[in-house]
Structure formats: C-alpha cells, structure tokens
C-alpha cells in the first residue's frame, strides 16, 4: 500500500570526528592554499616595492585629497571665528584707494580698530610684517600703538634653514632677533631639544614686541606636487619650540585646556 518510506540517517552524536579526506582532496586544498599564500606575499612585495615611486606617491596623495574633499563641510564652521581674506579681488578692487601691495600699515591698524569695536577676543594676522615703511613711518607708530593697546593680537613668524633677504633686512635693522625667546612655549625643566631651524622670519620688534603671541606659519609642503597637506604643532628654532599660529591661537583663548607646559611626543603634543 504506497511507496514504502526510505529510512531517514540520523545524524552523528556530537564528539564523532568527520572522515578524513581523501588523499586527492588533502592535495587539492594544500596545493589552492600555497596558491593563495604566494599570491598574497607576491602582491605584497610589489606594493612594498612601489610604494618609495613617484607614481605611487601621487596616487597615495591623489586618494587623500579625494578623502579629505568627501568628508570637507560635513561639520558646520564656527561661528565664534571670523575670518577676514585678503585675495586677489581685494587687491583689485581696492587698488585705487590703498595702491599697489603690500598695503600701508594704517590699513591694519583700522581692521585692528574695527575688530577690538566688534568685541573680537583675538586678532590672528596671517600676514608678515617683517620691515618699516620707510615712506610712512608715522603709520607704523600707529599701528603699533594699535597692537599694544588691544593687547589680543598674534602675529606670524616662519622659520627656515637658509638665509632669507627679508630675514637679513630685520637683523640689520635690529641687531638680532633674540627677542622672540619670550614666545617661545615652556617645556619640562632642564630639557632641551634639537637646534632645528637656524634662520626665523619675524616681524619687525615695533610690532613684534607689543603682541601677545607669535605663531608659526612655516610651510611644510610634499615634494612630489609641493601641496600643503600637514601642519606642525610646533617648530624648533634654537633649541626652544614655537608654536603654530593656531595652537598659539587656541593657548590664548583657552589657556586652561591649552597652556602650560608642552611635552612633544613622537606623534603627540601633550599640553
């Protein structure tokens, strides 16, 4: 009556080893595994070989952009941060007023003048002011005066290891440009770090002298397509660490969580 059922296999009881392959099997498996395994180690060779090549670089370079472009305004700018851009429309449209660049320093000092008005807590230059006006000295006066009664403002400074005109034209001017020690960032007692760079752009000490703070803007660009992709915390000059202009920045905005001591680290700045 029907199709009789077949009996059903019961499954093994736990613990009961599989049975072994066969041999044909086994020799399969070992013989895709070195496969595998020579390939892994072949490919990693050629990248470990091509990884010191100009062509590798600018690939490793070009895919850090396309990351650093994918993620740029996911988060919203600050508020609290104004920044006031002096680009190639400004110098064109305001050529007829102020003349050719550079601009002369009364320019500044009615920023500056303006700025303190608005209440800002911090004026950040990014612009050098390495020499006097020798046409203008009296706008210079002002705008040191400016700086010192404001008492907020950060200037730059760039380092380098060969000699510089501009460099040259302040040491004449001032005989030295050990005045800058005094921005230097204070580090652990008794240690002293490599001489780094010897030559150091500065402002002029009429200007220097009366901010509150020097920042860095030395520019660290990759050799390969000389593009700016990082920037140092800090940069040693004879012995003493200078911060960057932004960490200068953010010492004096918030000294609590920023100042003190600093203790460079191999890929750390502990503050």
Same mark, same amino acid.
């Given at each position: 009556?029907?199709?009789?059922?077949?009996?059903?296999?019961?499954?093994s009881?736990?613990?009961?080893?599989?049975?072994?392959?066969?041999?044909?099997?086994?020799?399969?498996?070992?013989?895709?595994?070195?496969h595998?395994?020579?390939?892994?180690?072949?490919a990693?060779?050629?990248?470990?070989?091509?990884?010191?090549?100009?062509?590798?670089?600018?690939?490793?370079?070009?895919?850090?952009?396309?990351?650093?472009?994918?993620?740029?305004?996911?988060?919203?700018?600050?508020?609290?941060?104004?920044?006031?851009?002096?680009?190639?429309?400004?110098?064109?449209?305001?050529e007829?007023?102020?003349?050719?660049?550079?601009?002369?320093?009364?320019?500044?000092?009615?920023?500056?003048?303006?700025?303190?008005?608005?209440?800002?807590?911090?004026?950040?230059?990014?612009?050098?002011?390495?020499?006097?006006?020798?046409k203008?000295?009296?706008k210079?006066?002002?705008?040191?005066?400016?700086?010192?009664?404001?008492?907020?403002?950060?200037?730059?400074?760039?380092?380098?290891?060969?000699?510089?005109?501009?460099?040259? !034209?302040?040491?004449?001017?001032?005989? #030295?440009? /050990?005045? *800058?020690?005094?921005? +230097?960032? $204070?580090? =652990?007692?008794?240690? &002293?770090?490599?001489?780094?760079?010897?030559?150091?752009?500065?402002?002029?000490? !009429?200007?220097?002298?009366?901010?509150? #703070?020097? /920042?860095? *803007?030395?520019?660290? +660009?990759? $050799?390969? =397509?000389?593009?700016? &992709?990082?920037?140092?915390?800090?940069?040693?000059?004879?012995?003493?660490?200078?911060?960057?202009?932004?960490?200068?920045?953010?010492?004096?905005?918030?000294?609590?969580?920023?100042?003190?001591?600093?203790?460079?680290? &191999?890929?750390?700045?502990?503050?």
């Open positions: 009556r029907g199709v009789p059922h077949l009996p059903r296999p019961f499954p009881p736990p613990g009961t080893p599989m049975p072994p392959a066969s041999g044909q099997r086994a020799r399969r498996l070992r013989r895709w595994a070195l595998g395994l020579g390939s892994g180690v072949a990693a060779a050629i990248a470990l070989s091509l990884r010191g090549t100009e062509t590798f670089q600018r690939q490793e370079m070009g895919l850090f952009d396309a990351r650093v472009r994918a993620f740029d305004g996911r988060v919203p700018a600050d508020t609290n941060v104004v920044i006031v851009a002096v680009d190639d429309r400004s110098l064109e449209a305001l007829p007023q102020l003349g050719r660049w550079p601009w002369p320093r009364d320019v500044y000092q009615n920023a500056l003048a303006y700025l303190s008005f608005a209440g800002a807590r911090q004026v950040v230059f990014d612009i050098a002011f390495p020499g006097r006006d020798l203008e000295p009296v210079d006066t002002v705008f040191a005066e400016g700086i010192e009664a404001a008492g907020n403002v950060l200037l730059p400074i760039a380092f380098a290891h060969a000699d510089s005109a501009e460099q040259a !034209l302040v040491e004449a001017e001032t005989g #030295g440009t /050990g005045w *800058i020690a005094r921005f +230097a960032l $204070p580090g =652990d007692a008794g240690v &002293r770090g490599p001489r780094g760079y010897e030559r150091a752009l500065v402002p002029h000490p !009429l200007f220097g002298e009366q901010a509150a #703070g020097l /920042g860095s *803007i030395t520019f660290h +660009a990759d $050799p390969i =397509d000389n593009v700016a &992709r990082r920037v140092t915390l800090v940069e040693w000059h004879r012995g003493e660490m200078y911060p960057a202009l932004g960490l200068a920045a953010a010492r004096m905005a918030d000294p609590e969580r920023f100042g003190g001591p600093v203790r460079p680290g &191999r890929d750390t700045l502990v503050s």
